[in-house]
């Protein structure tokens, strides 16, 4: 069964950082570019940052400079640290893996107070 389980997501301060880790299970994960992306309320789902089986890295430009995509092919996770983080970043942040066998995970929330 092809599952992603995101965790980590919560409530923090403007400024503050979580991390937010996605764990893969029934898809051969090294052969996967894995991502990040993000739904606002009343909002369409955005790319937030993905790495690709050669660990080629792509941002989006609001969050450049403040997270990273770290993925781990032994232990079939992939990470997205986040610091600096705002108020816009508030939303539901979703795995996605994109590969032999494309799935999405249910999402994990972020909220960001001001």
């Known amino acids: 069964q092809v599952q992603l389980v995101e965790s980590g997501g919560g409530l923090v301060q403007a400024g503050g950082s979580l991390r937010l880790s996605c764990a893969a299970s029934?898809?051969?994960?090294?052969?996967?570019?894995m991502g990040w992306y993000r739904q606002a309320p009343g909002k369409q789902r955005e790319f937030v940052a993905s790495?690709?089986?050669?660990?080629?890295?792509n941002y989006a430009d609001s969050v450049k400079g403040r997270l990273t995509i770290p993925r781990d092919n032994r232990k079939n996770t992939v990470s997205l640290p986040m610091n600096s983080l705002k108020p816009e970043d508030t939303a539901v942040y979703y795995c996605?893996?994109?590969?032999?066998?494309?799935?999405w995970g249910q999402g994990t929330q972020v909220t960001v107070s001001s």
């Open positions: 029934g898809i051969i994960f090294r052969l996967n570019k």
């Open positions: 790495i690709t089986s050669g660990d080629s890295i």
């Open positions: 996605n893996a994109d590969g032999p066998s494309p799935c």
